[in-house]
């Protein structure tokens, strides 16, 4: 079975610091690479990136099912992960985000010419991809020819934002590995059913030791500070420039939808099918928000859109 590469690039924007460190006007990115092709520099690379509270391990099924086909790339995204945490909790937001991986992009681009580059985003990393993909204007290497949006789009519904502001950096201490997967999976019913194994895995990349003992969750409790301040008119106002990019999107598009799903309605994905890039969509049963992709029937959807022949 093989295993990713832990790599790291720098993005522009100050890092968090303690108070004996010089400042800084950058911050390092972790991302993880998954390539069996045996070309180191495979012209074919696939981005995917986590949703809001994730990392970038939430993909290792989806990434070993891809990986002897392109170099998979798997991002935490800023305040994630081995990533490092940001100064100002307002930066936690898809504008750097997406500055961040321009900045991946560019230097996988230095590394080895990119000629297909296709992108898979659940929730937040789905925003994200709208984001590059919806901006012609933006220095990407290629263009993105596939995008997959996993339970995301222009309209999140406001409950949904609520709920998930809710629980986002509220401190927690678990006492081990099967307290902390006890704990996530009621709090990430919507991801929806899982063997033990299966959850054992997307929980262990959740946490990291802390100083006291004990296990904390990964990411900067800050990631939660810009959704918990936002008004519903400035998540309608967020809403309606998201379609402005999304209608400009020109990749072809695979939207994913949990059947469940109280973030994503089945009316908003019926509006995805009609406008900008008319995505093709595959509601999943018994899911919410949001798909893992780790079962073998959302991995066979992804996988065949991704790599389908011209």
Do not use: K
Request: charged fraction near 20%.
């Amino acid at each position: 079975m093989i295993e990713p590469t832990l790599n790291y690039v720098t993005c522009p924007g100050p890092a968090a610091r303690r108070a004996d460190e010089p400042e800084r006007s950058e911050h390092r990115m972790a991302y993880w690479e998954w390539n069996a092709t045996g070309n180191p520099a495979h012209p074919h690379v696939i981005v995917c990136v986590h949703g809001l509270t994730r990392q970038g391990r939430d993909f290792d099924v989806l990434a070993r099912a891809l990986a002897s086909h392109a170099r998979v790339i798997c991002p935490d995204v800023a305040g994630r992960g081995r990533s490092e945490w940001l100064a100002d909790p307002q930066h936690y937001a898809v504008p750097q985000y997406a500055l961040d991986m321009l900045m991946l992009l560019q230097h996988l681009q230095a590394q080895a010419p990119l000629q297909t580059l296709d992108w898979i985003g659940t929730s937040m990393g789905g925003l994200i991809g709208m984001a590059l993909a919806g901006q012609a204007q933006l220095p990407l290497p290629v263009a993105i020819r596939r995008l997959v949006l996993n339970d995301v789009g222009p309209t999140l519904e406001w409950a949904a934002l609520q709920r998930i502001g809710s629980y986002v950096g509220q401190p927690v201490r678990f006492d081990s590995v099967e307290q902390a997967a006890a704990t996530l999976r009621v709090i990430s019913a919507g991801f929806g059913p899982h063997t033990d194994a299966e959850w054992r895995a997307l929980t262990e990349p959740m946490l990291t030791p802390l100083p006291d003992g004990g296990l904390g969750l990964h990411y900067d409790p800050a990631i939660g500070v810009a959704l918990r301040d936002m008004t519903r008119e400035e998540a309608e106002q967020g809403q309606a420039l998201m379609w402005q990019l999304y209608d400009q999107i020109t990749a072809q598009t695979l939207l994913l939808r949990g059947e469940q799903s109280d973030l994503l309605t089945a009316a908003t994905a019926q509006a995805m099918q009609e406008r900008g890039p008319r995505a093709q969509c595959a509601v999943l049963a018994n899911v919410g928000h949001a798909p893992t992709l780790v079962s073998a029937d959302q991995v066979a959807v992804v996988r065949d859109f991704v790599l389908a022949q011209e």
